[in-house]
């Protein structure tokens, strides 16, 4: 048939709202015996609604024109389009009289033009020598929809470049660098200018500055820290003393101390210094210094300049009390971008160092914190120990031993005051304060993305929604769809009432948007952006799909986790094959729970239901859980494992009802802190095993203690003697309210139960309180996996085939790619490459 090429939209995708004129639709259509027929087929919806006549040609190029008239009754959609051609030859017998281009998109955008956004907006160079350079980088985004076409103009003369000087942006943040050059500026003079960025979306100034030193008289400035330093008699403290050059001021200064008490001797390291510079001093005390607080001044002289700044010094006596004051915090782990700030929304944990300026050693010293700030969700009351604090000397605790989390509702720049209670083995007790500054340079929050429906047919549309807050406001939130990795769609979402969205003002944003003619699975980032100009990216908040469901197998398994990533299907899936068995793998990710239609398929195969961890899983809902209970009702089988499944019983995610009369168990501890199990003698899943839970996929951070509850029996006790362990670097955040933060008692509470198994008669159930991935050995996995399967009712069967391939000249053909197929699925069920000899096997 004929050639189709050159496929292209007028003007290209996106096309905007606010575009006013017609969407041309032009391909190139070229065949040799001349072209009988070019239709151009498009719709809005994911299929093919209409087939046009071409509405105009020139040479080899076709096109048929939507009229605005109809597509902008389609905002927020995307038209697919393609060309279906017939040539002049259909009578040949060995040529295609048609053929058809391949699948083009246009997508629609909403009235959400572009919009220039540029942060930020101001800089200051400070004061620099007259001769030198400098660079500065600013930022360009698109706050709106399409392609965002901008240009940095100036005329300021000291900036000798601007790069880049122009560009387009859709989604991705431009920077921009200015470059100055001090050499034709004025010494002792302050400029000023602004650089003008131009665009389709608005425009926007950026004010620089810079101030040129000299052209007045050469100086120096002069100051210590810290301002107070604290000593016992017979003690020593330490101050910096920092000179800076002013006006190319070049000289040496040398140093002097006056105000001292009698008894006490100094010494600067060095004596002398030429600006800028700094200096270490020491003060040294004798045992006949007298106590008091001393105001001692610090000179700087030279150049025929001189200039003094002033230090306290606090004398104790030596053998008095200890006296415990605040010195400093750390923060040590901040939970969003861990940048050494507590920003809105942040879990921090930080470290206390504490100082002893008091005449003896303070003994048992402990510390707690409190505060009644209103932004402040929770935060840690427990007192921490410092040890012994011996006299002018500090100590600290650990970098995880406080912690706070601040409300997403904080502002920049608040400051949350905080009491310190210190008390030592004596019964002193002492009180400070500290004060932490929340720095609100972080985006948005988001969470309780939603995508519906979650399965759905190729072409029809979904509703995506977020809920989405900030105490700076919201400037944008989009979703970023993709397909196989690749963006297909950046969806602006709206909180007005008019997308799928609730109520206009309730920070749920949302819009729809129509799925690809061909059946895919979809994951949805979100990008959100406030009005300080902070972003937050949140990547694979949902998932969805309009693959449609083949039952291939007896066995279904569950992989209940939000994440398009699939590492934990491996340590099942590899089990599964080494012993022969055939497997359907549901991510819930994509799918969300399967329901009784599905569960009902497999009554006489085994469901595999894993649950690496507590956070937003399916299992949590109870009409799950009652869909689970009806398969085994009905005489289903289960294996079921996960080291948090307990937990979620103790916090009413899951019911009593399916906890202990289904899965037949108690739950007795969240974390024991064991990693080795002991298998029961006899036990036909258990016996001889030996697990250790520290390898595998490395994600068992609790587990679980159980007991069984009649007919169930114990299949796996914790070795309270094994030495296997996990270390935990960093104590796990909680993103929720009642989640975990740091591991319970790591010991053996009751029957020291891992994992139970139960026949009732009816049904079978396998359940793990750890996660069967955590199972450090390939073949350890392999072995147990075949027992359970076994117990379940299933046996494994396996069969050879074998399979020659040969090229044209009957020759074997090497590296030959040879795919299985159980049905018309687009997936393989086995795929490899043949061998030297053409040849393959598949088990």
């Known amino acids: 048939g004929p050639d189709i090429t050159n496929l292209k939209s007028i003007p290209s995708s996106p096309v905007n709202e606010s575009h006013t004129g017609s969407i041309r639709l032009q391909g190139d259509v070229f065949d040799g015996s001349g072209i009988s027929s070019v239709k151009i087929g498009y719709g809005y919806d994911g299929t093919i609604q209409y087939w046009k006549s071409y ?26 389009w393609r060309i279906h051609a017939y040539d002049n030859d259909n009578d040949v017998p060995s040529d295609e009289e048609d053929s058809y281009s391949s699948w083009q998109y246009v997508d629609i955008e909403g009235s959400n033009n572009p919009q220039l956004y540029v942060h930020p907006t101001l800089h200051n160079f400070g004061t620099m020598d007259k001769g030198q350079t400098a660079s500065w980088t600013f930022y360009i ?42 050499s034709s500026l004025s010494q002792g003079q302050h400029y000023d200018g602004y650089l003008s960025v131009t665009s389709d979306g608005g425009s926007e100034d950026v004010y620089v500055e810079v101030t040129i030193s000299g052209g007045g008289e050469p100086d120096f400035t002069i100051s210590a820290t810290p301002s107070s330093g604290t000593v016992v008699q017979g003690g020593s403290t330490t101050y910096t003393v920092s000179l800076t050059s002013q006006n190319g001021f070049s000289s040496s200064v040398s140093l002097s101390i006056s105000g001292l008490p009698s008894g006490c001797t100094h010494n600067f390291n060095p004596d002398s210094v ?16 007298p106590t008091g607080t001393y105001t001692l001044t610090i000179t700087g002289t030279g150049g025929g300049k001189t200039h003094s700044t002033q230090i306290e010094l606090i004398v104790n006596e030596s053998g ?61 009351t427990y007192s921490v120990s410092f040890g012994d604090i011996t006299v002018g000397n500090t100590a600290s605790s650990s970098s995880y031993d406080f912690y706070l989390h601040v409300s997403e509702a904080c502002t920049d720049g608040h400051v949350i005051p905080f009491n310190i209670t210190i008390t030592d083995s004596q019964s002193h007790q002492w009180s400070d304060s500290f004060e932490i500054t929340v720095i609100d340079n972080i985006g948005p929050s988001a969470y309780d993305c939603q995508v519906s429906p979650k399965i759905t047919s190729k072409g029809s549309k979904v509703n995506i929604s977020v809920y989405a807050e900030d105490s700076a406001g919201i400037r944008s939130v989009k979703a970023l769809i993709k397909k196989s990795g690749d963006i297909i769609k950046l969806l602006t979402l709206y909180d007005d009432g008019n997308h799928n969205d609730g109520s206009s003002g309730d920070g ?21 952006t406030d009005n300080l100009g902070n972003m937050r990216y949140y990547a694979g908040m949902q998932g969805f799909t309009t693959k449609q469901w083949n039952k291939k197998s007896k066995i279904l398994m569950v992989l209940d986790y939000q994440s398009s990533d699939t590492w934990i299907a491996y340590y099942y899936e590899s089990a599964l094959a080494e012993n022969g068995y055939k497997y359907d793998t549901w991510l819930s990710f994509y799918r969300g729970a399967p329901n009784s239609s599905i569960l009902n398929q497999y009554i006489d195969g085994v469901v595999i239901w894993s649950v690496p961890s507590y956070y937003n899983v399916e299992l949590e809902n109870s009409t799950v859980q009652s869909t689970l209970e009806s398969y085994l009702n009905s005489g289903g089988n289960l294996f079921i494992s996960g080291q948090d499944i307990g937990y979620l019983t103790e916090h009413g995610d899951i019911t009593s009802n399916f906890y202990n009369n289904y899965l037949h168990a108690t739950y007795v501890q969240d974390d024991t802190g064991l990693y080795t199990l002991n298998g029961v003698s006899g036990d036909p899943i258990s016996n001889g095993i030996t697990l250790d839970i520290s390898g595998g996929a490395g994600n068992q951070s609790w587990p679980s203690e159980i007991d069984p509850i009649s007919p169930a029996v114990t299949i796996f006790t914790y070795n309270a ?50 996660g069967f991935e955590g199972i450090n050995s390939y073949d350890t996995r392999a072995n147990l996996m ?56 598949f088990t």
């Open 55 to 80: 509405s105009g040609h020139s040479g080899n190029t076709y096109w048929y024109d939507i009229p605005r008239s109809e597509w902008s009754q389609h905002v927020g959609d995307t038209i697919c």
């Open 141 to 182: 985004e698109n706050s709106g929809g399409g392609t965002l076409s901008w240009n940095v103009n100036e005329s300021l003369s000291w900036v000798t470049s601007i790069s880049p000087s122009s560009g387009t942006t859709t989604t991705e943040t431009d920077s921009v660098t200015v470059n100055i050059d001090t």
């Open 508 to 528: 749920i944003f949302g819009n729809s948007w129509t799925t690809l003619s061909e059946e895919n699975d979809y994951v949805v980032d979100i990008r959100t």
């Open 320 to 380: 008095s009390d200890p006296q415990i004051i605040m010195d400093s915090y750390s923060i040590n782990y901040d939970s969003i971008n861990n940048d050494g700030t507590v920003g809105p929304g942040e879990y921090a944990y930080f470290s206390i160092t504490l100082e002893n300026i008091g005449g003896s050693t303070a003994g048992g010293v402990t510390a707690s914190i409190q505060t009644d700030d209103s932004y402040v969700d929770h935060y840690s």
């Open 274 to 289: 030429t600006p800028t510079g700094s200096s270490t001093l020491t003060v040294t005390t004798s045992t006949s210094t």
């Open 786 to 841: 075949g027992r359970i399967m076994s117990w379940l009712g299933l046996s494994s069967s396996t069969d050879t085939i074998s399979i020659t391939v040969k090229n044209q000249s009957n020759d074997p053909a090497e590296s030959a790619l040879v795919e299985i197929y159980s049905d018309t699925d687009s997936s393989p069920d086995m795929r490899g490459y043949t061998d030297v000899n053409g040849q393959i096997e």
């Open 721 to 770: 003697s094994s030495s296997a362990s996990l270390e935990k670097t960093i104590p796990e955040i909680p993103f929720e309210e009642n989640k975990k933060i740091s591991a319970k008692v790591k010991a053996i509470s009751s029957s020291g139960s891992g994992a139970i198994r139960v026949n009732t008669g009816t049904y079978k159930v396998v359940y793990f309180a750890f």
